[in-house]
C-alpha cells in the first residue's frame, strides 16, 4: 500500500475502448418497446432523434467499443482524472476504512457528464447532424453538452427545468458563454410545453417535461438530434472511463475496493465507475459489493416498481423496462436537480433485479452535512448530488469503525459544487428540510403506468 | 517536442523549497520604512500582525527556504497542477506560437492563491496563533485562506470588499462552507470602517480599506494574526511553487519559453510563475522576455508611480517602495476585483525598475473577448483576472503570426471563472464597458504621497 494521497495516470493511459456490461449479463437485458405496438423497436425508430453511430452502440452487443482519436484527444484535456485516498476524511471519521475517490469535479464543466457530451458531439458531427437539443436540470449536463459542441462547431439547443433556471443562474451563463442557446422549460416553443403550460402556467418544470421538449424538436429538424445525458445504454458506456481508469489507480494504489459507492439519478455516473468493476464481478474475478444511492425522496431504485415506462412526461419516448416512479410523479424541489428523475437507467435497474448490486437512499440535510463535513477534511465542495454518495460512504465507514474492519471503499465524487453554493447557503442558514416520503404522489403516478400492448 | 497537451508531474516533484529571488537581484531591495521615522523597520515592529517565521521569510536572503513537511502533504491535494499546449487556441489564431499554460484553477480555490493560504496558516498554527484575519476582493484570496484554516483548525475573520460582497454572493457562501466568518467592508467593527463610513455611508469598499480593517483587527488580539494574499515578499516566495514546477514541466515539453506572460494585481501569481524563470535569466543561464499585464483602468506598474506608499488606505501599514496610484485611489468598478489594488509588490516593482520585466495594460473588453476565445477553444472559463494574462498572450501570438515566428510563450492561468459568470453574463448582454485612464484621480491620489521622513 502507498502512503500518497492522489494516483494520476498518464495522458496514454486514457482507455482505448470504453466498456459495455451488456455480453457479460447473466441475460440480455428487457428490449426497448415500440408503445403502440408493444414489438421491440428497431435502429429506424430511434433514427429521428439519434445517429446511427449512436444507435449501433444503444443496441451493441460487443465488450468493447473502441473509442475514436478525436474523442480521446479532448478526453486529455482533463483526463485521466485523479484517484485520491480520502487520508483526512478517515482521519476525521476515525475509521479504520481505507477510503478513496475519484473526482470528475476537474473536467471543464466541473462532473463527469463531458465524457459522453464529448462522445455524442463527435459522432453527431461526424454524421452531419449541424444542431443537438437537450434537456438539462442542474444544468451539469447543459454545460458539458455545450462545451463539447463548442468543441465541434454544432449549435446547441437547451430546455433547462425553470425552477433550476432561475435557482442557477450561473450555470446558464455557462452554457451561453460556449454559445448555447437556453430556455427555461416548460417553454412555449413546443407543442408538449405549450401543452404543459396551458394546464400549469406556473408549472416549474420537471426533467420528465424537458427531455419531452428536447425530442419533439429534434424529431422536427433533419438537421437536428437529440443528446442525452443519462438513463440511455450509449451515455453509461461513455463513461465507463471513469471506471477504467480507476482500475489502473486502484492498482497503483495496491489496493482492491470491497465496496463501491455511487449515487444515482440517471445512472450514468454510477455506471461509470461501477460498470467495470461489476464485469470483474460478473467474470469471477474480484468479488465487490456495489452500492448505490439516491435521495430519499425520489427514491426509484429502493421504492420504485421495475416495470416498462415512458422516459418523459409527455410520452413521445419509447417505453423502458427501468425502476420507475412513474413518469407523470414530480420530485418535490430537493438541491440534487441532477438526481430528480421518476426512472433509472435500464442498466442499472437490471443489475439491480438481479442483485448485482444493493441500493440505499439518504435524506437531503444527512447529504449536505456529509458534504461540509468532506470539504472541510479534503477541501473539495462536493455537487449535491456527489453528497449523496459521500453520505453513504461515511455510513460504511463509520460501520467500519464500528466493527473493526479496514474495508477498502471507492466511490465517485462526480462533480464540485461551485454552481451550488446557494444550496450551502440555504443549508447553512437552516432553510433546509427533509421530504417525507412521497407515498401518495407516487402511488398516483404508478397507478398511471402505461400498459404495454401484447406484442405481434 | 512532444505531442501532447498536458504535462503532469507526479506527487513527489511538488518543490521541496520555495525560490527567493532576493539574493540573485542586482542589489538589495529598498528597506521597508516606519511611517514615524523613516528608519528600516525590524522584525518587532511587524510582531503585533504577522509570526516570526513568516516575518523571517519577508526579510530572508536565503535563496531556497524549505516548504514543511505538512506543508507539502496539503500540496497534495491539488498540486502537481498541470502545464497545458494550448493547441486548440493556436489553431483557432492560426499562430506558428506555441502557447502553453499552466492552470492554477484546479486548486481547492480556483486559483493559485491557496499556494500561501495554506503555507501562511501552517506557520501561525505552530506558532499558537488561534485565529486569522485578512481582506479578500473578488475572494479568491478569502476562500483559499478559509480552506486553509479549516485544515489546520484556526478561526478565520474576513473582511470582503462591500461591492464583490454584494456580487458575489457564491464566494461568501463558499468561505461560510468551511467556516470563515465574513463582513462587508468598510464595516462598522473596526475603527478604521467606522471612520469611512462616517464620511460615506454608502462607500462600496476596496482592497486598500479591507486591509486597514483586517490589520486593525489582528494588531488588537494577542492570539489573532493577520494574513495578507499578495503584495509581500513572503506571499510571493510561496508562489514560486507554480514556476518550479512550470521549469520541469517545460522540460518534458522539451521546449523553453521566449515570452512569458503574467496578470499583475498585487503580483503574487505573476511572480510565482516568474521568478523562478527570472533567477534562470538573473543567473545567465536562460533568457526570457517577462511581460506583465494589468488592466488600464488600474495601471500601477504602467502608469504608477516608483515611490514610497502605504498599503493601505488608513495608513496602518508601514510604507513599502513600489509602483503606486496613491492609496487613496479608488479604482473603477473592474470586473477584475483581484487586480484593483492601488499598489504593486515591490519585488515586481523593483523588477520593473530595473529592467528585468517589461509591463503593458489591456482594456476590459478586450480581456472578456480574449476568455471567451480561449474557453471555447480550450474548454476552460478563466477568471476575470486570468483573461488579461491571456489577452497579452493572444497579442503575443498574433505578432508571432504577423512575424512568421514560431516562438514559445508559456503564461499563467491562475484561476477559473466559475464564479465570475455575472461578469461574463455582463459582457455578452452589452453591459461592459472600458473605463477612461483615470488621469485625475490617479493625480490627485500621487500628490496625496506620504512625505518619507529623513531617517535618523
Given amino acids: 500500500m502507498s502512503d500518497r494521497v492522489k494516483f494520476l495516470l498518464d495522458e496514454k493511459d486514457i482507455p482505448e475502448s470504453w466498456y459495455n456490461i451488456v455480453p457479460d449479463l447473466p441475460g440480455p437485458p428487457p428490449p426497448v418497446l415500440h408503445p403502440g405496438t408493444g414489438q421491440p423497436i428497431g435502429p429506424q425508430d430511434l433514427a429521428p ?12 452487443t460487443a465488450p468493447r467499443i473502441e473509442i475514436p482519436g ?15 485516498r480520502a487520508r483526512r476524511l478517515e482521519a476525521a471519521l476515525d475509521t479504520p476504512a481505507h477510503i478513496y475517490y475519484k473526482y470528475e469535479g476537474v473536467s471543464p464543466a466541473g462532473s463527469h457528464k463531458p465524457n459522453s457530451a464529448v462522445a455524442q458531439a ?34 446547441c439547443e437547451i430546455y433547462m427545468v425553470k425552477v433550476s433556471y432561475h435557482q442557477k443562474p450561473y450555470r446558464r451563463g455557462l452554457m451561453e458563454a460556449f454559445g448555447a442557446k437556453v430556455y427555461a422549460s416548460p417553454s412555449d416553443r413546443t407543442a408538449s410545453g405549450r401543452a404543459i403550460l396551458a394546464k400549469d402556467p406556473n408549472c416549474s418544470g420537471s426533467l420528465g417535461m424537458a427531455i419531452s421538449e428536447a425530442v419533439e424538436v429534434a424529431a422536427q429538424s433533419a438537421d437536428t438530434k437529440y443528446a442525452l445525458g443519462s438513463v440511455l445504454n450509449h451515455v453509461l458506456l461513455h463513461q465507463t472511463v471513469v471506471g477504467l481508469e480507476c482500475q489502473k489507480q486502484m492498482e497503483m494504489a495496491g489496493e482492491y475496493p470491497e465496496v463501491l459507492v455511487g449515487c444515482t439519478g440517471g445512472g450514468s455516473n454510477f455506471a461509470g465507475i461501477a460498470f467495470p468493476f461489476l464485469g470483474a464481478k460478473l467474470k469471477k474475478q474480484k468479488d465487490i459489493r456495489v452500492v448505490a444511492v439516491e435521495p430519499s425522496a425520489c427514491p426509484s431504485l429502493t421504492k420504485g416498481r421495475y416495470a416498462y415506462d415512458f422516459g418523459d412526461t409527455s410520452h413521445l419516448t419509447p417505453l423502458v423496462k427501468m425502476h420507475t416512479l412513474g413518469s407523470t410523479f414530480v420530485p418535490p424541489p430537493l438541491h440534487s436537480g441532477g ?13 439491480l433485479q438481479h442483485g448485482l448490486i444493493e441500493a440505499t437512499s439518504v435524506h437531503q440535510l444527512e ?7 468532506f470539504a472541510r ?26 466493527e473493526g474492519k479496514a474495508r477498502t471503499i471507492l466511490f465517485n465524487l462526480c462533480g ?11 443549508y447553512f442558514a437552516g432553510k433546509l428540510k427533509d421530504y417525507a416520503y412521497p407515498e401518495a404522489e407516487i402511488a398516483m403516478a404508478l397507478a398511471g403506468l402505461p400498459s404495454v400492448p401484447v406484442a405481434g
Same sequence: chains 1, 2.
Fill in 49 to 60: 432523434i439519434f445517429c446511427d453511430e449512436l444507435i449501433m452502440q444503444e443496441v451493441s
Fill in 122 to 155: 463527435y459522432y453527431n458531427k461526424k454524421a452531419g447532424v449541424r444542431r443537438l437539443v437537450t434537456e438539462t436540470g442542474a444544468g451539469q449536463w447543459g454545460s458539458s453538452l455545450a462545451i463539447a459542441c463548442s468543441w465541434f462547431g454544432l449549435d
Fill in 377 to 402: 477534511a479534503e477541501g473539495i465542495l462536493p455537487a449535491p448530488e456527489a453528497t449523496h454518495a459521500v453520505a453513504a460512504t461515511i455510513r460504511e465507514a463509520l460501520r467500519c469503525k464500528a
Fill in 339 to 351: 438526481l430528480r428523475y421518476h426512472g433509472m437507467a435500464p442498466l442499472v435497474s437490471y443489475c
Fill in 416 to 426: 464540485h459544487g461551485h454552481f451550488d453554493l446557494q444550496s450551502y447557503m440555504d
Fill in 367 to 373: 447529504t449536505f452535512q456529509a458534504g461540509v463535513q
Fill in 70 to 84: 478525436e474523442v480521446r484527444d479532448i478526453y486529455k484535456q482533463w483526463r485521466p482524472t485523479p484517484l485520491y
